[in-house]
């Protein structure tokens, strides 16, 4: 196990930038994520994996294959199709997300067909499974959160969720 398969593990030379929504935003992030080459970990309040980020001209015919993307069907790239593109590519994928219960329960009050973080990375995980990307769901409702050396996934084939804060 390297430190660096680790959620603590500590860099050097690491920039932030801070980032408000619209297009430039989206295609920022697109560009920064699909830079990376050994690690992404992403913080949120709140995640939503299938937002579209930039059009599918911008990615290779390749990762449209790979990805099973059909520019026809869907015009925008998601943050998910790009994650899990990343992760088939080696790169060792984190997502951080906090849950409050005021979130949850809001959640509990939306209507059947609403946004729902459990429903959202259970079709998730369902697309990795098809594509041969392990995902675990730590935390909340998921598998025990385990940080340290065995916290974390050891190759890029695999993406972790670690879900803190409270559901309820």
Not at 29 to 41: D, G, H, N, V, W
Not at 102 to 109: G, K, Q
Not at 119 to 133: A, D, N, P
Not at 150 to 168: W, Y
Request: hydrophobic share 40%; charged share 25%; net charge positive.
């Amino acid at each position: 196990m390297c430190i660096r398969d680790r959620f603590e593990e500590r860099t050097l030379g690491n920039r932030c930038e801070v980032l408000i929504d619209g297009i430039q935003t989206f295609q920022r992030m697109y560009e920064t994520l699909s830079r990376a080459k050994r690690s992404i970990s992403i913080l949120a309040w709140q995640i939503n994996l299938d937002f579209g980020m930039v059009p599918t001209s911008q990615a290779s015919p390749f990762m449209l294959k790979v990805t099973g993307v059909d520019p026809t069907q869907q015009p925008l790239l998601t943050l998910e199709d790009l994650l899990i593109w990343k992760a088939l590519c080696g790169v060792v994928v984190r997502v951080v997300v906090w849950r409050h219960a005021f979130v949850s329960w809001l959640e509990r009050m939306m209507p059947n067909g609403q946004w729902n973080l459990q429903r959202t990375l259970w079709e998730f995980k369902k697309r990795c499974s098809r594509l041969g990307v392990k995902v675990r769901i730590c935390g909340s409702e998921g598998e025990r959160p385990e940080i340290g050396p065995t916290g974390c996934p050891a190759d890029g084939s695999e993406i972790v969720f670690l879900i803190v804060g409270s559901p309820d």
